[in-house]
């Protein structure tokens, strides 16, 4: 499986940015997928996941409310809706894929077989 991530950029605190996570050479529709961030100097950290189906998805705390992760199988494409963007939220954005069915997604980065490049989200103050 070939992830590609897209659709980062600068936007202004309290914007929104919606990237996506676009698979090739392999249907998505067997994986939980993950989106994961690693800002400068700190270590890669979960963001959001969601299950095969899209029935399931696991937030962190600190996006919460503000993020919302999705899917089209169809598409073979997972996205992540940010709103209410903060500073904080600047980082590399990775997506990630897990095989298997699984009811609840992973949230450890471990669990997850394939990763994308990243797209890089910056928040301007």
């Known amino acids: 499986v070939q992830l590609q991530a897209s659709g980062g950029g600068l936007v202004q605190a309290g914007g929104s940015l919606r990237v996506s996570c676009a698979a090739s050479g392999r249907t998505l529709s067997m994986y939980g997928m993950g989106w994961f961030r690693q800002a400068p100097g700190k270590e890669r950290e979960f963001v959001a996941a969601i299950n095969w189906s899209g029935g399931n998805t696991l937030y962190a705390e600190s996006v919460k409310g503000r993020f919302t992760i999705s899917r089209d199988n169809a598409k073979n494409t997972v996205y992540l809706q940010m709103n209410s963007l903060k500073p904080e939220d600047t980082a590399v954005y990775y997506c990630?894929?897990?095989?298997?069915?699984?009811?609840?997604?992973?949230?450890?980065?471990?669990?997850?077989?394939?990763w994308g490049q990243g797209t890089q989200v910056t928040v301007s103050s």
């Open positions: 990630a894929a897990a095989r298997g069915t699984y009811y609840y997604p992973p949230k450890e980065a471990y669990e997850y077989d394939y």
